[in-house]
């Protein structure tokens, strides 16, 4: 039975206190926040406000704010328990206080009301040695059947590519429901071009594909578009339509 610490309480600590306590093979020990009490109360986990250094732990996951990870390794760096943060973007480096280090990254959005289906989970880990690589592969393989061992560079790389995915694309979502409501239109119209815009890049170059008037350079149709927006998304518009002309034509 593999014993977790887990420090945090924001979307995706509270995701994984659901998923460990799922495993049949994994026996969460500590559940620690900044908090006298958690934001949710979890059968059979037990809440602390400090890690408890008498508790036997096998590993201890770090899932705080990025800014926080090196304040809070600090904490740890007695311990001789391996520690993982789950930042796609902080550097493994900022646990060099400790003896024993790795990272735990799953790529998803998380919200704390919106479920999640682990097993698709793609879970990119990284470790300072051999022994604790493999314990942190069968941590990730009892959550999910989507495991990468990847570097801390292609991480990094990772994490911006997902910004862009999910990060951006919802903000440009958000506008153009926000354009539907003021044409008094369900958003739902544009639900099937959602839908077919992503399937059409799960299997072709999404630079292959592109369309529109910006590619086309149709300024007419560009000069009517900025017409029915703001300022700060017409700013926005020009911006994007720019990019893809320059990707397009230079």
Request: with cysteine; charged share 15%; net charge negative.
């Amino acid at each position: 039975m593999m014993r977790i610490a887990l420090i945090g309480t924001g979307n995706l600590a509270i995701h994984l206190v659901h998923a460990l306590e799922k495993c049949n093979a994994v026996e969460l020990v500590q559940w620690i926040g900044r908090n006298e009490t958690p934001p949710k109360q979890i059968p059979n986990t037990p809440y602390f406000t400090r890690y408890q250094q008498n508790i036997d732990v096998d590993l201890c996951l770090i899932s705080v704010t990025d800014d926080a990870i090196s304040s809070v390794a600090q904490q740890l760096k007695e311990s001789d328990v391996l520690v993982a943060h789950t930042a796609g973007a902080v550097s493994m480096g900022e646990l060099k206080t400790l003896k024993r280090k790795g990272v735990f990254y799953p790529l998803q959005s998380f919200k704390e009301t919106i479920p999640v289906d682990w097993s698709t989970v793609p879970i990119c880990i990284e470790a300072t040695n051999s022994e604790d690589l493999e314990l942190l592969t069968k941590l990730a393989s009892q959550l999910s059947e989507n495991v990468h061992q990847i570097y801390e560079s292609q991480r990094l790389q990772l994490h911006t590519a997902a910004v862009f995915v999910n990060n951006f694309c919802n903000h440009l979502l958000g506008i153009s429901q926000n354009i539907a409501a003021d044409a008094s239109l369900p958003f739902s119209v544009l639900q099937p071009l959602i839908q077919e815009t992503f399937e059409r890049s799960f299997s072709n170059q999404a630079f292959a594909i592109q369309t529109g008037p910006a590619k086309r350079n149709d300024t007419l149709t560009q000069q009517k578009h900025l017409s029915v927006l703001s300022e700060k998304h017409a700013a926005l518009y020009r911006i994007l339509s720019q990019s893809i002309f320059n990707t397009h034509n230079t």
